[in-house]
């Protein structure tokens, strides 16, 4: 059984680009989150997709947006790139909505903004 | 607000000596909580979670309502648990919550 996969797993852009991350679930998992993660801040909620919708959303800019689509797998975007927005992007499945359910991580996306 | 603290940063232990990871949290429901950990050049993956009430690689925890505390506990810590923790709360609202974590280092 395939993984989460996460593409691409590394990338470099420069600040005001845009830039788009995708995920493909474990097959039958409707659920997607996705995470920041930071050396200084952690592991921080971005948001989760359930079914095409969105359920939940972190504290983040408007820059940051996502969307799901009908096979389950999930792209973000952020757009007008800052040097803070350097981080690992984790993507998570589960078979129903997130939380009360077991993660499963994918192996993150890398993004370098210079 | 519903938050998770591991207070420590790094905990270094010799190896066969026993572990705690500390985490606390603040939530006024009934929490829901877990341990991850991701080992080196793997990914993050989850260790146990306390309604499955089970030990994992040695590792156990509990849910201490009173004090607002779920730390992580092995008795005799081997090299192969070198690896960053991370402690979450499920918040009612579908939020899965992570502390800071803290990076165990077993040594020889």
């Known amino acids: 059984k395939a993984g989460v996969t996460q593409t691409p797993r590394y990338l470099i852009k420069t600040r005001g680009q845009q830039v788009t991350l995708s995920c493909s679930p474990i097959?039958?998992?409707?659920?997607v989150s996705w995470y920041q993660q930071t050396p200084g801040q952690g592991l921080q909620f971005l948001f989760e997709?359930?079914?095409?919708?969105?359920?939940n959303k972190g504290n983040f800019p408007g820059r940051f947006s996502g969307r799901q689509f009908s096979n389950s797998r999930s792209e973000m975007n952020v757009s007008t790139l800052e040097l803070g927005d350097s981080a690992l992007y984790l993507c998570?499945?589960?078979?129903?909505?997130?939380?009360?359910?077991?993660?499963?991580f994918g192996a993150g996306s890398r993004l370098t903004v210079l | 607000a519903q938050r998770v603290t591991q207070p420590e940063k790094l905990l270094s232990v010799f190896k066969g000596a026993p572990v705690e990871l500390k985490c606390n949290y603040s939530?006024?429901?009934?929490?829901?909580l877990f341990w991850y950990v991701q080992y080196s050049r793997q990914r993050l993956q989850l260790l146990l979670r306390h309604i499955s009430r089970e030990s994992i690689k040695g590792f156990t925890a509990d849910l201490n309502k009173g004090e607002t505390s779920f730390h992580l506990k092995k008795p005799f810590a081997q090299e192969e648990d070198s690896a960053m923790y991370y402690c979450a709360l499920y918040n009612q609202g579908g939020k899965l919550i992570f502390g800071q974590g803290t990076e165990l280092s077993v040594k020889p």
């Open positions: 939530y006024s429901g009934s929490p829901e």
């Open positions: 097959s039958g998992h409707r659920s």
């Open positions: 998570a499945s589960s078979p129903q909505p997130a939380g009360a359910n077991v993660l499963t």
């Open positions: 997709y359930f079914s095409e919708t969105q359920r």
